[in-house]
Structures are given as structure tokens and as C-alpha cells.
């Protein structure tokens, strides 16, 4: 069987002569997809096949897509003038094949810049986190493409191949379009792939050191690093920063709270700077900088800390010794400074980045007052009086006074705006040591003599101001411990050891001798009896036996006993009933330190004689 059709043409018949017409005969491929045209000679004076008797056979079988151009039908008809001849006269289109499926990860791309002096490589910049933006794109599917359609030379169509499709999903954390072309990270993070699955952890974990292993790290998110942070690296997120180590002399950069479980140790060779909290064991020789609180949980030694919040220090060892420390609104440790006069700066009551700026302006004032000295006394000078040099150095002498102009007037511009926390307080809960210098807003002050249990303030006038060490405190003035006056003996009773020891450093440090201590009313009128104090400030509420229980105890053994309760908000009631047992005043918790201070000192100091009833 012959799967090819065909169709014959003549161009004119046979003549009377014997002479015959060329013919041309068509014949169609079984798919369709060729057509080859058979040219027969004509014979003695008979007509040749030309151009339009191959288009015609190509119509009457149907041909009508990719015939050739007609020069080079022509060429053939020429050439069956004498000899049969065939050729391809029209050829269909194959149906094409699509491109396949890509998938393009953009935190995949290399951005490495070429490098022409090897020299200039620094190992630092490794590039091996990677880290996106919420809102980025971070995968780009390009869709299967489908084949151009085919054509038979009879113009029949067939439709093209589809290229092989890739699969892809979003994961945790990241959202895709609806024809899932584009996924997006839903927040900061490392992408990550796994299982044709897109992610982004918000965390990046790093199992050791920060080192030329991993490079310098620049991440969007959060950090979690093992190891230490090692000499020379740049560490920069977006989010937390924890470090399992310590930070040596590296750059510590965070946009959230920075958490080093070792310490920080950088040689004032790097700094660690955080939009919020910055905590360590301890701080040693290093800048810190904390737009929220700096907390040290041993120690902070010879270092610049900067908070825009609270620097703290109090476990049982917790020591700031030497160096420039600035907290806006709190400075509080169990040692401040150290028994041997380190120099340590203790600066509250302003905000640190205002107060650099300052401090550098009035730096570079400084400098340009003596160099335009310096300049004034050598023009004084005969010597060089006249001239192209004393030309010159006026010249520079104007440049400069111009300069201290506008220096001075921006200072005076930004002092106007500085603001100053009148609550800012210095706390040391054991001792402030001898030779701390504290600045409380605009007031200086040299600790001459170690002060104990001491919270330093400023005062109405200016200066700065003395009051107990108490979370709670304020501005207040006390009896100094060096009084010649007899110390006033007090009994403090209360069931909870925290409250006792407020009252005993509250008292203590205005010139009260506390002389005993009891968590009972029961044991408090035994102590009474045992140490006769001036003054007993007895908690209302106990477990075992109450405060006004013991009141009545005590004025039974001593109708002359000054007893002071303490009351908490809303036991007016049990207030009043005190006052009808005989008590002479009361105390409201939380603890104002001036309040305490002046209710004891008052009732210490009444007359029994003429105030009994």
C-alpha cells in the first residue's frame, strides 16, 4: 500500500503530430507533511510545465501551506523540459516542544564582585548567611511554555508540546501568588529549601564561633550563635542577637536585644550596640551602647556603657568599677566604684547619643579657642607682625572665630532641647566607694567618704541628694552618719524579710540604730521588752499574731512605747483601730524614704512626759 496521494496535470494534450504536453503529478505524504511535485518532459513540440501548472497541481491536491517560492519551481520546470524531474514543493511545520519549568531562588544569585588584586580579598566577607526582608520575593517560577502548533501542507493544525512542569510549595512563612509564580517571605529571616518546599526560619543558628568559617554576619532576622564571637567580625541582625560565648574585639550590632551569655570582652576594640537590651555576665574594657537597659550580671570594668534606660548591676557580686558610665534614668549595682579610688565616671539624667554630640562639640570648640589663642599671641609678636605670614594667619585667625560662632550657636541650639530626667537616680545597694564622681543632671558631685545602702539624687536647689538605697526612693535629705547626736534606737516588726530590710536601710541611713528585727507580734514583744527601743514600726497585718494585737501587748508591758504602724492602702479601717490601741502614727507602704524618715525622726523625738495621755 502506498500511503501517498497524488493528483496529475497536463498542460495541453497530445497533438496530431505525435507530439505530447509535459505533465506534472503531486504526490502527498501519508502525514502530510511533504509534497513532492514529478515533472514530465514534453515530447516534441509539446507545451513544457511552468510555474502556474505547478501551482495548479498543488491546488487540485490540496496543497496549500509551505509550498516554495516560485523561483524555484521555476528552476525545476527548466530543468523537466528535458528530463523528468522531482522535487519537494511543499513541506509542513513540526509541532515544537515547550520550554520546561525554572525555578530562580534569588538569595541563591552570586553577587561576588570581581577582584582584580588578590591582595585586596578580605576573608571576612564570605557571604554565607543569607538572610531576606518580609515582603521579598524570594522564589520566581517561570511556567512550562507550550510548542508552537505544527501545519500539514494541506493546512491541517496540531498543537504543540508543553515543556515538563516543576513542583514547588511555600512553607512556613512564606505566601504565594495564586498561580504560584512569585513566593514572598511573610517576614525577616533565612530562606531556606528542603523537599521542593520554600521557608523562612526567622532565626538563624550558627552551632560555633563567629570566625573566617562563617565570615562577617548581615541578617534580617534573628541570631543564634553557639560559639563566640571572635577578634575582627562584624556581627549585624535586624532581630535578637544571642550569643552562647563571649564577644571579643568584634562589632556587635542588633535591632532588637543582644544577650551574651559570656562576656563581653572587647578590648575597647569593637563596640555592642543595641536598639534594646544588652545583658552579659559581665563588661570589661568595651564600649556598650543600649537604647534600653544594660544589664551585667557580675561586674562592669573600665568601660564606656551608654543606656537610654537603666545600667544594672546587682547580683551578689555585682560591681561597677571604673570607666564613663550613662544611663538616662537609673545607675544601680551592689559596689559602685572600688575601694582603691578607680576613676569612675557615673553620668545620669541624660540621653547618650545627645550627650555625645555634645560632648563632641564642645571637643571641637576647645580645640579651635586654643589654636585661635595660639594664633593671637604669635601676631602680638614683632617678629612677624607684617607680612604674607601675618596675613595669613589673620586669615585663618577669621576662619576660625566664624567657626567657634556657629559652634556656639549650635550648642546653644541644642542645649535648649536636651532633655534631663529630674528622676534619674545613682543606687549603690551596698556602697558607693570613695572616689566615684557622679554628674545627676547638671550637678557634680566626688564621693569623699563610702556611703552605704546609699541612693543619690537630685535636689530641689540643684546639688545632688542623699537618701536610703530603696527602688522607690526620691529626693531626701537625711541626718548625716557622722551626727554627734545619739542614734535613736528602733524595733522593726514585719512577717516578710524583704519589707525589714527596706526599713532597716531606710533607717539606718538616716543616723537610726535598728536594734533588733522580729517576723512575729508574738516575738516582737519580747525583743520590746529585751531592748526598750524609742520607736517600734509594727506591720498591721501577720500571720500568727497581728500588729494591733501586739500593739496592745506592748502598751500593756510600756503605756510610754512610741509605736509606729505600717499600713498598706485601704486598711483605713485597721489604721484607725491602731491609733484607739495606742499607736502614735502610721507609715503607708511602698515606702516614700523622706516620709519614713520624718514620722520616725518626730515620734523619736516626743516628749512621753507631756504627750501621755
Known amino acids: 500500500m502506498n500511503d501517498n496521494t497524488s493528483a496529475q496535470s497536463k498542460t495541453g494534450g497530445t497533438t496530431m503530430s505525435g507530439s505530447q504536453d509535459g505533465a506534472v503529478n503531486i504526490e502527498v505524504s501519508g502525514d502530510e507533511m511533504q509534497a513532492v511535485a514529478f515533472i514530465m518532459p514534453p515530447v516534441l513540440t509539446g507545451k513544457a510545465v511552468d510555474v502556474p501548472d505547478v501551482k495548479r497541481a498543488l491546488k487540485q491536491a490540496g496543497v496549500v501551506f509551505g509550498i516554495v517560492n516560485n523561483e524555484r519551481i521555476a528552476s525545476f520546470c527548466e530543468e523537466g523540459r528535458l528530463m523528468p524531474v522531482d522535487f519537494l514543493a511543499a513541506a509542513g511545520s513540526q509541532p515544537g516542544a515547550g520550554e520546561d519549568a525554572s525555578i530562580t531562588y534569588t538569595w541563591m544569585k552570586d553577587d561576588a564582585k570581581a577582584i582584580d588584586d588578590v591582595a585586596k580579598i578580605d576573608f571576612r566577607e564570605l557571604n554565607i548567611v543569607k538572610s531576606v526582608k518580609g515582603g521579598d520575593v524570594i522564589a520566581v517560577r517561570k511556567p512550562p511554555t507550550r510548542g508552537q502548533e505544527g501545519v500539514t501542507v494541506?493546512?491541517?493544525?496540531?498543537?504543540?508540546?508543553?515543556?515538563?512542569?516543576?513542583?514547588?510549595?511555600?512553607?512556613?512563612?512564606?505566601?504565594?501568588?495564586?498561580?504560584?509564580?512569585?513566593?514572598?517571605?511573610?517576614?525577616?529571616?533565612?530562606?531556606?529549601?528542603?523537599?521542593?518546599?520554600?521557608?523562612?526560619?526567622?532565626?538563624?543558628?550558627?552551632?560555633?564561633?563567629?570566625?573566617?568559617?562563617?565570615?562577617?554576619?548581615?541578617?534580617?532576622?534573628?541570631?543564634?550563635?553557639?560559639?563566640?564571637?571572635?577578634?575582627?567580625?562584624v556581627v549585624k541582625a535586624e532581630g535578637n542577637i544571642s550569643i552562647g560565648g563571649n564577644v571579643q574585639a568584634a562589632e556587635v550590632i542588633s535591632g532588637g536585644d543582644v544577650a551574651v551569655a559570656g562576656g563581653i570582652i572587647t578590648r575597647h576594640e569593637g563596640t555592642v550596640y543595641a536598639k534594646g537590651t544588652i545583658s552579659a555576665k559581665f563588661i570589661e574594657n568595651s564600649v556598650v551602647e543600649a537604647d534600653s537597659d544594660v544589664i551585667a550580671d557580675r561586674a562592669i570594668i573600665n568601660s564606656k556603657v551608654r543606656s537610654n534606660n537603666r545600667i544594672i548591676c546587682t547580683s551578689r557580686e555585682g560591681k561597677i568599677m571604673g570607666g564613663d558610665i550613662m544611663a538616662f534614668h537609673e545607675i544601680r549595682a551592689k559596689h559602685l566604684g572600688t575601694e582603691k579610688e578607680t576613676a569612675t565616671v557615673l553620668r545620669a539624667g541624660f540621653k547618650f547619643d545627645v550627650f555625645l554630640k555634645l560632648a563632641a562639640l564642645e571637643e571641637k570648640l576647645a580645640k579651635i579657642l586654643f589654636e585661635s589663642e595660639r594664633i593671637r599671641k604669635s601676631l602680638s609678636s614683632t617678629k612677624i607682625a607684617q607680612g604674607d605670614a601675618a596675613m595669613n594667619m589673620k586669615k585663618t585667625l577669621a576662619?576660625?572665630?566664624?567657626?567657634?560662632?556657629?559652634?556656639?550657636?549650635?550648642?546653644?541650639?541644642?542645649?535648649?532641647?536636651?532633655?534631663?530626667?529630674?528622676?534619674?537616680?545613682?543606687?549603690?545597694?551596698?556602697?558607693?566607694?570613695?572616689?566615684?564622681?557622679?554628674?545627676?543632671?547638671?550637678?557634680?558631685?566626688?564621693?569623699?567618704?563610702?556611703?552605704?545602702?546609699?541612693?543619690?539624687?537630685?535636689?530641689?536647689?540643684?546639688?545632688?541628694?542623699?537618701?536610703?538605697?530603696?527602688?522607690?526612693?526620691?529626693?531626701?535629705?537625711?541626718?548625716?552618719?557622722?551626727?554627734?547626736?545619739?542614734?535613736?534606737?528602733?524595733?522593726?516588726?514585719?512577717?516578710?524579710?524583704?519589707?525589714?530590710?527596706?526599713?532597716?536601710?531606710?533607717?539606718?541611713?538616716?543616723?537610726?540604730?535598728?536594734?533588733?528585727?522580729?517576723?512575729?507580734?508574738?516575738?516582737?514583744?519580747?525583743?520590746?521588752?529585751?531592748?526598750?527601743?524609742?520607736?517600734?514600726?509594727?506591720?498591721?497585718?501577720?500571720?500568727?499574731?497581728?500588729?494591733?494585737?501586739?500593739?496592745?501587748?506592748?502598751?500593756?508591758?510600756?503605756?510610754?512605747?512610741?509605736?509606729?504602724?505600717?499600713?498598706?492602702?485601704?486598711?483605713?479601717?485597721?489604721?484607725?483601730?491602731?491609733?484607739?490601741?495606742?499607736?502614735?502614727?502610721?507609715?503607708?507602704?511602698?515606702?516614700?524614704?523622706?516620709?519614713?524618715?520624718?514620722?520616725?525622726?518626730?515620734?523619736?523625738?516626743?516628749?512621753?512626759?507631756?504627750?501621755?495621755?
Do not use: C
Open 154 to 233: 494541506t493546512g491541517k493544525k496540531t498543537p504543540g508540546e508543553w515543556g515538563s512542569d516543576v513542583s514547588v510549595k511555600a512553607g512556613a512563612n512564606v505566601t504565594s501568588n495564586p498561580d504560584n509564580t512569585q513566593f514572598i517571605a511573610a517576614l525577616d529571616g533565612s530562606p531556606k529549601l528542603s523537599d521542593n518546599t520554600v521557608s523562612v526560619d526567622p532565626v538563624y543558628r550558627i552551632a560555633g564561633d563567629v570566625d573566617y568559617s562563617t565570615g562577617n554576619i548581615n541578617f534580617a532576622g534573628a541570631l543564634e550563635i553557639k560559639g563566640n564571637v571572635q577578634d575582627g567580625f
Open 399 to 613: 576662619q576660625l572665630d566664624a567657626q567657634k560662632v556657629a559652634i556656639q550657636q549650635h550648642l546653644a541650639a541644642m542645649r535648649s532641647k536636651v532633655q534631663v530626667n529630674p528622676f534619674a537616680t545613682v543606687k549603690g545597694e551596698e556602697f558607693i566607694h570613695p572616689g566615684a564622681v557622679i554628674y545627676i543632671g547638671g550637678a557634680r558631685e566626688r564621693v569623699a567618704k563610702a556611703l552605704k545602702f546609699a541612693t543619690l539624687s537630685a535636689d530641689k536647689e540643684g546639688g545632688i541628694a542623699l537618701s536610703a538605697y530603696d527602688e522607690l526612693s526620691r529626693s531626701v535629705k537625711t541626718t548625716s552618719v557622722g551626727s554627734k547626736e545619739k542614734q535613736k534606737t528602733v524595733l522593726v516588726v514585719d512577717d516578710a524579710k524583704f519589707m525589714r530590710n527596706k526599713l532597716r536601710n531606710i533607717l539606718e541611713n538616716a543616723n537610726f540604730k535598728v536594734v533588733a528585727e522580729a517576723e512575729d507580734g508574738r516575738d516582737a514583744v519580747a525583743l520590746y521588752n529585751k531592748h526598750k527601743p524609742d520607736v517600734v514600726t509594727m506591720d498591721i497585718t501577720m500571720p500568727n499574731v497581728d500588729g494591733i494585737t501586739s500593739l496592745r501587748a506592748i502598751k500593756k508591758l510600756d503605756p510610754k512605747a512610741r509605736v509606729v504602724m505600717i499600713s498598706a492602702l485601704g486598711q483605713k479601717d485597721k489604721v484607725r483601730d491602731s491609733i484607739i490601741a495606742g499607736a502614735m502614727d502610721f507609715v503607708i507602704k511602698p515606702f516614700i524614704p523622706e516620709k519614713v524618715v520624718e514620722i520616725i525622726a518626730r515620734i523619736a523625738g516626743k516628749d512621753q512626759g507631756k504627750d501621755a495621755n
